[in-house]
Every structure is written in C-alpha cells, then in structure tokens.
C-alpha cells in the first residue's frame, strides 16, 4: 500500500539472536503492548540532555535550573500531547500502574468505584479499600454503555463515585467506547478515569474532547523507557487528598508544634503527589516522544498499523486452527495489539517456538487480565492445551493465549515473518 509510511526508527532495529535451528536472525519484537522499543528521536534528545542533567527544584545551579525547566516543560507537553483542560494538573509517575494507584490513594471519603472485570490487573485492583462494583464483560461497546449505565443509576447518587475503563485493551487491542462512557458517567454525577496505556502509544488521545476526568499512561510503552509514566486531570481530587508519597518536594512548610509534634504545609499542585527527587531524564523522554508521535502525525501511525492489522489477519484467514480474541467481535476497531490461541497447541511452547525458531518476541499467558481471559478462554477447549500452564496445579488445565503486538517502529518483515511462522 504506497499510502502507508515507514516505520520511526526504534532503537534495536539491528538486534540479531539466534536459532535453534542454526544461523542468527534479526529480532522481530512483537510485544510492543508491554513494552515498545525506544524511538531513536527519544534517544538522541536524551543523549543531548544527559551531560545536562541536575536536580529538578532543588539546586541553585546553571545545570539545577536547566532541568527545573526541562522538568516543567516535559509537564506541558504532556498536557498538549493529552488536550488537556487549562486547569488540570499533569503528574509524572512510575507507570499506568502507579498512576492508578495514586488516583486511588486520593479518592475522597465513601467514593464507589464501577470498573470492569475486564480491566488489566493495573485498573482492576488498586481499588480495594473503597467500595467497588466490578462491571460484566460486555459482548459490545453498546453493551459496555448499557452496563455502565445500570449500574450507576443504582448507586447512592448523593456520593462521589468514580469509573475505570481502559482505552484500547491490553488483549483484544479492541477499542472502548470512552467518549459514551464518559457521558454516561457524567450523567449520574460520576467521574471517569481513562487507562491509556494501550491506547496513548498508537491514537490520539484528548482529555477535552473525550470529556474524561482523569487519563493515565506509562512512557515505556510510548516509546520512552525510562521509568516514567503520567497522571493528567482535575485538580480538585489530587489537591484535596493527603500526598501520595510523603517527602521532600512535595511539602512547602515543615514546622515543629509546641507539643513536640511536626506541623506540614503540602503543596496544592503536581508537586503535591511527586515527592523525593523527579525522574527527570523518564519525564523528558516522555515529552519527547509525545512531540515525535505528534510531528509523525496519528493518521499517518494509524494508518501504518492498520496496515499491519491487515497484514495478520489477511494472513491467518485461512488457518482454522488459529482462533483470535475478541469481546467485540473480529471486526471491531482495535489497534495493534491481536491475541489468539492455537487449536493443538499451548500457548507458551507456541510462543516459545516462535522465538527460539523465528527469532520473533510475543507474550504468552493471562496478560495480567485473568479475570478477562477467563471470560474469553474459560469455555473453550482449544485454550486449554494439553499442558499445564507454569503456574497451573498438578492435573490443572493451562488458560493462556498468545498476544502479538506492534507499532510505529515495526517494519512489514516483522509481521510477514509472524504469520509465516504461525502458518
Ligand atoms: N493498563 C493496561 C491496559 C496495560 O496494558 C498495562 C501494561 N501492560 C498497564 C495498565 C500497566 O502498565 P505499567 O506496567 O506500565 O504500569
């Protein structure tokens, strides 16, 4: 397809590994929903800040004050990377994960949380120690709505009540109606927070136009993986709770009281929650993919991995006994991100072969969504390999899958050797 642009350039677009069965082979890395390989842009700007680096708020230096700069610049690319509201606040985190923890730790007194028990473990269980109502798969992201919208009609509409959904699904790739489920929640006085992780990396993503309240994401698996990852959203919340890490940084004024105790004045802004020393180098890797993502341009990406999509489902129609997941139906929109069994086959040998045979790099197992593969798999005898999965019990069935996944830096080779391999 002449329309489709090339890849980005990753790094570790030359990484050779070898087979089992004699010679080496470039590494086809296929497992971009866990982790994506770094753009070389991102490299390249990290490596000619590097020399640069100093303390982030702390230091009166040349080099203090570069980075304090750089720190709260990386902070409003972000916010325009994510269309964000004048007024929301963008925290640099660890991770999606622990930006959910975070929004968690801050939910205000008596908060019900609905979430989906098909969310990745991440959006699933930070949740616990308020009330949760964990939502049924949904066989259509009319279903999705419809169930969302049951539930809060239910709930005490007097209470502050928040709702978890992810963008684009860690196993399906399938994309969640979050626009409609935003809406609906708003309607019943909830609010809403996204789980980008899957979707950030491969489509636009705006906190305005979506009406979300709350977006989360990790830089590794934007192309930037240096330990970084963003909570952007409404202030209200962040500021009123107790800060997430207790520490330097995030504290204005720390006075002893008379009765020997400690007295301390906490920032209201995203330095509220970010305690102890930034990641600096994580939060400038991150606006620096978020600038190269946008200058490539989403319609040019998506129109890539659509391709790709294309190219492994054209490819894999004609073997029966590959059966792909899908909550929503083979055709529903997705990005790049396909799991699937294989009828005969465990999933980890499959994988494992593919690897040791193919010098290609998938995931294989419950993709930390047990409850959703259960939903997907539990019925289904070709799911169930005649061997036990590594963490199944003596006599137990394994329940595992395989999960193919890419994105801007993926090369057409890649995904042609893939479905030759699984041919
Ligand atoms: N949510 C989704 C949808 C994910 O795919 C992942 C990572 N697989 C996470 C959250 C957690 O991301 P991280 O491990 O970077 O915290």
Redesign the pocket.
């Given at each position: 397809d002449q329309s489709v642009c090339a890849p980005l350039p990753v790094l570790g677009r030359d990484v050779t590994v070898p087979l089992v069965t004699g010679g080496e082979v470039t590494y086809a890395a296929l497992d971009y929903?866990?982790s994506a390989p770094a753009l070389q842009r991102v490299w390249d700007d990290v490596a000619a800040y590097a020399p640069y680096y100093g303390s982030v708020h702390r230091g009166a230096g040349y080099l203090s004050q570069l980075s304090t700069d750089l720190f709260e610049n990386a902070r409003r690319t972000v916010a325009g990377f994510l269309g964000c509201r004048a007024d929301d606040q963008v925290v640099f985190t660890r991770?999606?994960?622990?930006s959910l923890n975070l929004l968690a730790a801050a939910l205000p007194a008596d908060c019900q949380v609905f979430v989906y028990e098909t969310e990745?473990h991440?959006?699933l269980l930070p949740w616990r120690s308020a009330r949760v109502t964990y939502l049924d798969a949904p066989s259509s992201p009319r279903q999705a709505v419809e169930t969302l919208e049951r539930a809060l009609a239910d709930r005490d509409p007097c209470g502050p009540a928040l709702v978890c959904v992810?963008g684009a699904?860690?196993v399906t790739g399938e994309l969640w109606p979050v626009r409609e489920l935003a809406a609906a929640a708003h309607a019943h006085g909830a609010r809403i927070v996204l789980?980008a992780?899957?979707l950030a990396p491969h489509h636009p993503v705006s906190v305005a136009d979506l009406d979300v309240d709350w977006v989360a994401f990790?830089g590794?698996?934007l192309y930037a993986p240096f330990g970084s990852?963003v909570l952007a959203g409404r202030a209200d919340w962040l500021r009123a709770a107790e800060p997430y890490l207790a520490g330097g940084g995030a504290s204005r004024k720390v006075s002893r009281r008379e009765d020997g105790g400690v007295d301390v004045e906490w920032h209201d802004n995203a330095a509220r929650h970010e305690a102890g020393s930034p990641n600096v180098i994580g939060a400038y890797a991150v606006a620096s993919a978020c600038k190269a993502l946008s200058e490539a341009g989403f319609d040019t990406l998506v129109a890539r991995e659509q391709h790709l999509v294309r190219t492994v489902r054209e490819g894999l129609a004609d073997v029966p006994e590959v059966r792909f997941l899908s909550l929503f139906g083979d055709d529903a929109p997705r990005v790049g991100v396909l799991s699937f069994v294989v009828e005969g086959w465990n999933s980890s040998h499959f994988a494992a072969a593919l690897s040791a045979e193919y010098g290609i790099g998938v995931r294989d197992g419950l993709f930390?969504a047990h409850p959703l593969l259960r939903t997907l798999l539990g019925s289904d005898p070709q799911a169930q390999g005649e061997c036990g999965a590594p963490d199944a019990a003596p006599g137990e069935k394994s329940l595992n899958a395989i999960r193919v996944s890419f994105g801007a830096g993926t090369p057409d080779e890649h995904v042609e050797r893939f479905v030759r391999a699984v041919k």
């Open positions: 929903a866990a991770s999606t994960t622990d990745h991440a959006s992810t699904s860690n789980d992780a899957q990790s590794h698996k990852g930390c």
